[in-house]
C-alpha cells in the first residue's frame, strides 16, 4: 500500500472532512447563524432646563416636608406651652389665698411697728387717749390708772385739768407704755394699746393680736 493517499480514491465524505483543515470553515447543514450582540441602549442625558425644573422640584419638595414637619413642632410646642400655663394658672390660684393672707400679715406687721414707735417717739399722743376715755365716763369721778412713765407725763401737761374734774392719776406698773385704764362708779374702761388695736382690726374685718415690743 503506497504511502501517498490517492485523493481521487477518497469518498465524498472523507473529502469534505478533509477539507475542514485544509480551507475554511463551513457551518453544519440546517445550524442557525450566531446571534449579533444586541446594542446597548442609549441614555439620552438630560438637558439643562431639565436638571433645573428637577432641582426646583426637589427643592420645593423638601420646603414642603419641612414646612409640615415645622408646623407640627409649632403645634406640639404650643400645645406644651398651653398645657404649662394652665398648669401654672391653677398653682397661681391655690396661691391667692396664701399670699394675700402672707401680705395682711406683713402690713398688720408693719402697723404694729409704726404705732410702738410712735409711742416711744410721740408720747404726748396718750393725752388724746385718756381725753377720748373720759368722754365716754361723763360727769363721773375716774381713777386713770398709767406706766409710771406715762402718769408723770400727763401730769405735767394735764395734771391741774384732772385734779380740778375729780380724776385722779394712778400708777400701775404693769401697764405699757400707752396703756390706759380707767375706773369710775363701778365701771371699767380698758384703752390699752392691746384693746385699742383690735378693735380697729375689727372695724375693719379683721383679728389679729397686738404683740408688744421685745424687751431691750
Request: proline letters at 6%.
Amino acid at each position: 500500500m503506497s504511502d501517498v493517499t490517492d485523493i481521487g480514491k477518497l469518498t465524498a465524505w472523507e473529502r469534505w472532512e478533509l477539507a475542514e483543515f485544509d480551507g475554511p470553515a463551513r457551518k453544519p447543514i440546517g445550524a442557525k447563524p450566531a446571534a449579533e450582540p444586541e446594542p446597548e441602549p442609549t441614555v439620552p442625558m438630560p438637558t439643562a432646563a431639565e436638571v433645573e425644573r428637577i432641582f426646583q422640584q426637589a427643592q420645593e419638595e423638601g420646603f414642603q416636608t419641612g414646612y409640615r414637619e415645622g408646623q407640627t413642632k409649632v403645634r406640639d410646642e404650643a400645645e406644651r406651652l398651653e398645657r404649662t400655663a394652665a398648669k401654672l394658672d391653677a398653682a397661681m390660684s391655690g396661691l391667692d389665698g396664701a399670699v394675700a393672707d402672707e401680705l395682711l400679715g406683713l402690713a398688720l406687721e408693719l402697723a404694729r411697728q409704726v404705732v410702738r414707735r410712735e409711742i416711744g417717739a410721740r408720747p404726748e399722743t396718750l393725752l388724746d387717749v385718756v381725753h377720748e376715755a373720759l368722754d365716754q365716763l361723763p360727769h363721773q369721778n375716774a381713777s386713770i390708772y398709767l406706766n409710771p412713765e406715762d402718769a408723770s407725763l400727763v401730769r405735767s401737761y394735764l395734771g391741774d385739768q384732772l385734779s380740778h374734774a375729780g380724776h385722779r392719776i394712778l400708777e400701775d406698773a404693769k401697764l405699757a407704755r400707752g396703756d390706759c385704764v380707767l375706773e369710775a362708779g363701778g365701771s371699767h374702761l380698758d384703752a390699752s394699746v392691746a384693746t385699742r388695736w383690735r378693735r380697729v382690726l375689727a372695724s375693719l374685718g379683721l383679728d389679729d393680736a397686738w404683740t408688744p415690743p421685745p424687751e431691750s
